[in-house]
């Protein structure tokens, strides 16, 4: 929840007389809390705030005037005091103006590599997510192919088979053919036997009937 304080704080910073670092403090916590940081913009107006409170100095020349109805030693005392703690005090708040600015800007520089880190992880992960997608259409791909790949197997393999069967089936055509002509051949050479049995006959007989008919032939003369 946002301190309602602060933005009073600021604007009576500013509406005071202060010195040029001081000022610049209050400027800058002003422009901190604008941007929505409101915990650097509080610890500036604390350091502001501070410096202001310590941001009275005695003049070096100046001399001390003593008091009335006090001695003169007694009277410049406090100055004397307060000359002496003026450098130690500038020196205080000229170190914590160097803490603050060195830690404000060591909070930048860590906040903005913050920031481009988580860019570049951001497109890291795009670039993974995108190369997730592409190696997943690849891999579907890949599917397809093999599925259609599976399928001619599936249809060469179903043709193999039916060819198989073809060979399988000529082959006993074929033996069935070759069984009828050796039937065939058989019949042929039987009948071919026969034959000359039946011609080896005929030419006997024709010699015979030859025979028989030369003596009859001088006895007719």
Known sequence: MPDRSL????VALQRQELPGETRRLAEEAALLLSDG???????LVEKAQALA???VRVPANASPKPEA???ADESSLPQLAARLAAPIAAAIANALLEVERYSTDQARVLAKGVDDRVAQLTCEIAGMKKADEALGTGI?????????????????????AGFKASIVSLNERVDRQTESLRAIQERQMRRAAVLNEV???IAKLREHGSDES????????
């Open 37 to 43: 940081h409101e915990i650097e913009a509080k610890a």
């Open 53 to 55: 409170a310590i941001g």
């Open 7 to 10: 933005p009073d704080a600021i």
């Open 140 to 160: 579907t791909t890949i599917t397809d192919h093999v599925a259609e790949h599976e399928q001619r197997l599936t249809a060469i393999d179903g043709f193999t």
């Open 214 to 221: 030369e003596p009859n032939n001088p006895a007719s003369q």
């Open 199 to 201: 011609l080896g006959s």
């Open 69 to 71: 109805g006090k001695p």
